[in-house]
């Protein structure tokens, strides 16, 4: 079992970090909001005040943050994770942001004499709490194969995608490719039901035949046909609007970094921008059908 420092205990890493004690690793928690170290502490963590409390002695520092400056900050900033890790400490950061800011992250870890992996993660809020996370993770080979058995009390599937932000590249270009096959299956459903098929016997059809895929089979953006689906929760999240914006904007800005013709990713970038813009940010991204529909 491994001394482990977990910094960011939100939504996501609250759930992670109590998977981690419960698989029986001592971990130190740390947060900017204090509510959220107590919670942790409640679930067996040892609650950290300063972030030195949690980093001091670990043998792997755990973060999830919400975008590439906070985990520049909390890794390289003035009193950043750097500057109380041991020598040999391994960084494993779990936060989805930019592939760029993942590599310029390992390069300065790895300058500083540090390992570092980029492991950003597949599966909402349930998945974080119930350690069925997919893990799409990036960097050296030795890195990979000590931050493997730690991943694997956190999630069900752990995937090395290759070198220093790799893993951010999986997510990216995942979620882009989900964002567009919502959107198709959404104008799939309303254009079979304004031609008169009702969205059950086009998914028992579809579902079947060429054009199925997991926004159909899994998170059927037509209420009905998959029950669990938001969409029989009135488009409650499950995983947001704002959520998939966000990582489409990811996918955008790497792929004008290396000249990618992206058409169907901004078109789907361009969708959920507007859904944002007009409010609905915190509608789950398969309500879109909404809009495809012309109800929002
Ligand atoms: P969140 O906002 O709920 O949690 C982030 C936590 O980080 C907060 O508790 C915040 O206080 C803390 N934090 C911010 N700056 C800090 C600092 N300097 N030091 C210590 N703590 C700090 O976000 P979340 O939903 O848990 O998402 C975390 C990451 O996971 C994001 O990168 C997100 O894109 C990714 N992600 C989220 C989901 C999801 O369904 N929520 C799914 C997949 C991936």
Redesign the pocket.
Known sequence: MAKIGF???????SGMCANLVRAGHDVAA????PE?VAAAADVGAVPAEQ?SEAVTGAEIVVT????GK?VL??YFGEDGVIKWAETGTLFVD????AVEDARTANARAAAAGFSMVDA??????AAATAGTLTFMVGGPEDAFSRAKPVLDDMGKNIFHAGGAGNGQVAKIANNMLLGISMIATCEAFALAEKLGLDAQTFFDISSKASGQNWSMTSYCPAPGPVPGAPSNKEYQPG?AVD?ML??LRLAAAASEGVGADTAFGDAARAAYEALSADGHGGLDFSGVMKRVKGEI
């Not at 999830?64 to 975008?67: G, K, R, V």
């Not at 950003?120 to 809020?125: A, D, N």
Request: hydrophobic content about 45%.
């Open positions: 910094i960011g205990l939100g939504n996501m890493g740390f947060d900017l909001n959220a972030l999830m943050l919400p975008a906070h900050e909390v779990c936060s989805t942001i950003p993660v597949s599966g909402g809020t995983f959520m966000k990582d």
